[in-house]
Each structure stands twice: as C-alpha cells, then as structure tokens.
C-alpha cells in the first residue's frame, strides 16, 4: 500500500523558516512528480509546489515564489519543501502528492499524504 507520510510542520514566527518533509513508500519513486498542496481554514486546497521525476524542473505559486524552494532525493523516496520568510497566510495544513503527469494544478492526483499543519505567528 501506497502512502505519502508528511512531517516537519508545527508553529513558526512570521519571517522565519521551516522545511517539510514528505516520505513516500512508492517502489519506483524516480517515475512520480511530487507536489505540495495547502489548505487554509475555510479555503480550498491551493496548488503551492511541484517538482518533476528528476528534480530539473520546478513551479510554484506566485504566492510563495522566492520564498519556498521544493527539492527531492530519489534515493531517499523523500521530496522537501524549504519555506523561508513565513508570513501569518501561509499558516494551512500542508499535504504532498504524487503523480505520473507533470502538473501545477490539484484534482487527482494518484496519490496523496495526510498533511502536516504549519501555523505562522504574526
């Protein structure tokens, strides 16, 4: 069975940093573009960052661009998300995904973690 386990989310102060981890036992790691979602309280989940199979092509939000920086390691089935200058509207359950296709947006995704809360203090 598939999973997606995220870990490094928690309480920040606006401008800090924090890295997110996501852990994936997929078998052939390398063949799945991964992505990060986000879902802030009453809004819908927002596409944040994808990353494609061999980590040379990435997008991002306008809304977090040159702040947050996804990264992977295939040899760890791990993929990151840097987040550096935090603000108070980044604060949303973060989640990763997994997919074959090369995507900036949500929908179905093949596969999906169960989130990991990042809230920012003002």
């Known amino acids: 069975q598939v999973q997606l386990v995220e870990s490094g989310g928690g309480l920040v102060q606006a401008g800090g940093s924090l890295r997110l981890s996501c852990a994936a036992s997929?078998?052939?790691?390398?063949?799945?573009?991964m992505g990060w979602f986000r879902q802030a309280p009453g809004k819908e989940r927002e596409f944040v960052a994808v990353i494609s199979w061999s980590g040379s092509r990435t997008s991002y939000a306008d809304s977090v661009k040159g702040r947050f920086t996804i990264s992977r390691d295939n040899a760890k089935n791990t993929v990151y998300l840097e987040m550096n200058r935090v603000k108070p509207e980044d604060t949303a359950i973060y989640y990763c995904?997994?997919?074959?296709?090369?995507?900036?947006?949500?929908?179905?995704?093949?596969?999906w973690g169960q989130g990991t809360q990042v809230t920012v203090s003002s």
């Open positions: 997929l078998r052939t790691f390398s063949s799945y573009v």
């Open positions: 995904a997994a997919d074959t296709r090369y995507r900036v947006s949500g929908g179905s995704w093949d596969y």
